[in-house]
C-alpha cells in the first residue's frame, strides 16, 4: 500500500510539472497565410497577437469589410493556436493520465 501511495504521489508530482511547463511554452496559430498569427501557452492562454499591417488595407474594400474580415482571421489564428496547444497537451499530459487510470480508484 506505501508503494502505491509513493507511486500516486511521483505521479501526481510529474503532472503539476508537466502543467508548469505547458504553462510556460509559447504555441503558435495563424492564418491569412501569416497575415494574423496568435500566440498561447501551451494551457491555451492567448499570451500575444500580431497583425500584419497588409491585413488592415482598405485599397480594395472598405474599413467595414477590413475590419470583418480581420475579426474572422484572428479567431481563426487564435483557434489554430488553440488546436496546437490541445496537441500539446495530449503529448504532455497524455501518458500520464494513461498511467493514472492504471491505478485502482483512479477516475481516469
Do not use: I, W, Y
Amino acid at each position: 500500500m506505501q508503494q502505491l501511495l509513493q507511486q500516486a504521489q511521483k505521479m501526481q508530482q510529474d503532472l503539476a510539472a508537466a502543467q508548469q511547463e505547458l504553462a510556460e511554452t509559447p504555441v503558435e496559430g495563424s492564418a491569412g497565410g501569416g497575415l494574423v498569427k496568435a500566440t498561447v501557452n501551451g494551457s491555451g492562454d492567448l499570451q500575444g497577437l500580431v497583425v500584419d499591417p497588409q491585413a488592415v488595407d482598405t485599397t480594395d474594400a472598405t474599413a467595414e469589410e477590413v475590419a470583418e474580415t480581420l475579426a474572422d482571421l484572428v479567431v481563426a489564428a487564435v483557434r489554430d493556436a488553440n488546436a496546437a496547444a490541445q496537441a500539446l497537451q495530449q503529448e504532455k499530459l497524455g501518458p500520464l493520465a494513461q498511467g493514472l487510470g492504471g491505478m485502482p480508484g483512479m477516475p481516469f
